[in-house]
Each structure stands twice: as C-alpha cells, then as structure tokens.
C-alpha cells in the first residue's frame, strides 16, 4: 500500500482499489458486485460462478494485512438486492466471517438498493466519519469532502505500443473516487466526462503501484 491524502486526512492505497484509513483503523471499498456471473447466469449468458468469492478471498487478504477493526462497503456490494441469497455456501462462509469480526457498514448503491441484509452488517444510505461523506455516487452539489464509487474508474494508456489499463481513484479537491473492487467489474475511462463533472477539476487520477502513487492529471 502507498500513501495517498485526501482532505487533509492520510490514507493508504491498494493496488487492488481498497483504501486503508489508519487513522480510523477502517478500511473502505467499493462495487464489490457480489453475485454477478450469477445474475448473468438468470439471463442465459453464463460465466464462470466463482466471482464473489475471488473477490472475498481478496477483500480477506487485505484486512488480515491491515488488521482493520471497521469496513465501509460503498455501494453496489451486490449486483442486484438478491445477490446475498444466492451467495454459495464457501463465499457466504467468508462473508459471514469478516461481518462476524468487522464492524461492517453497507452503504446501498443503485444496484443494490433495499437488500434484505442476511449476510451481516448495517445497511444506510451514507454516512459521515470525521468530517468525510462516505456514499455510493459522487454528489457534485455537496462540497463536503466526500468518498464514493460507482464508475469503477481505470487509467488507460498506450505504452510502447500497447494498450494498458489499471484500476485508479480519481481525485479532486473535494471528491475522491474509488475503483472497483469486485472480480468481476469493467471499468469507466477515469477521463470520462460523466466522471470529471462529477469530481470537477482540477482532478487526476491516482495509480497505486508497488513503491509510489502515480499521479495522472485528467483534462476537462
């Protein structure tokens, strides 16, 4: 994990999108999109089933790395407000495990709303923690700092030929969103107009890699 501040507080990134809050001993993270391949799998377009629980072993992995006492979902946890009834019995075994030991908090999203929650947790619309917003879609009409997810951001470039695209948060004076967490997630072009009017500008996206946060300023 890399350093990266956001409205005067310190955090830690993940590569893998998760954004550790020492200071609050929390750990936030966002479209999770438990249950996808499952959804698709209603539909007759069938992928493979085993999405929640790469994403879970994943989200296991950084809060035993971190040894956070507190977890902020922002929204779209699950791909629809059944996703948590479908989970198959390992993935639910893992959840159940982190709620069980977390104080664990749902922030709903637009796919997700009005879950019935039989995995754990506390389910609200956002919430406030030391002075940040913490909710699903960035709020453009709020100038209270805020946290939020939703457009599953990525940094695509051209590099010596080839197409790269890494997930990125995109950051501006007062909002900061986080990419997607989920396994199985696409992502939103961290330039996209839709993204930019949302987070106003200046802003960049931030890339966590190994040793530093990469910094890529994004025009309006």
Not at 52 to 62: C, D, H, K, R
Not at 83 to 103: I, K, N, V, Y
């Amino acid at each position: 994990m890399v350093p990266l501040s956001f409205a005067g507080r310190a955090f830690l990134a993940d590569p893998q999108g998760a954004l550790w809050w020492p200071e609050r001993r929390a750990l936030l993270v966002a479209d999770l999109h438990l249950e996808k391949a499952s959804w698709y799998a209603k539909l007759g377009q069938f992928l493979p089933p085993y999405d929640s629980q790469a994403t879970l072993a994943a989200l296991t992995e950084v809060v035993d790395r971190t040894g956070v006492e507190r977890l902020y979902c922002l929204g779209d946890s699950f791909h629809d407000k059944f996703g948590c009834d479908r989970l198959p019995e390992a993935a639910r075994a893992m959840l159940l495990a982190l709620t069980a030991r977390l104080d664990w908090t749902w922030i709903l999203g637009n796919h997700d709303p009005g879950f019935a929650d039989h995995c754990g947790g506390t389910l609200m619309e956002e919430v406030e923690v030391d002075g940040l917003i913490l909710r699903h879609e960035a709020d453009i009409r709020d100038p209270r700092p805020e946290l939020s997810g939703h457009y599953h951001p990525k940094l695509r470039l051209h590099v010596r030929g080839r197409k790269v695209s890494r997930r990125c948060f995109v950051a501006s004076g007062a909002k900061l969103i986080l990419p997607a967490f989920g396994a199985l997630t696409g992502g939103l072009d961290a330039g996209h107009k839709e993204i930019l009017r949302k987070v106003g500008t200046p802003a960049a996206a931030l890339v966590p890699i190994k040793d530093r946060l990469l910094s890529f300023p994004l025009a309006a």
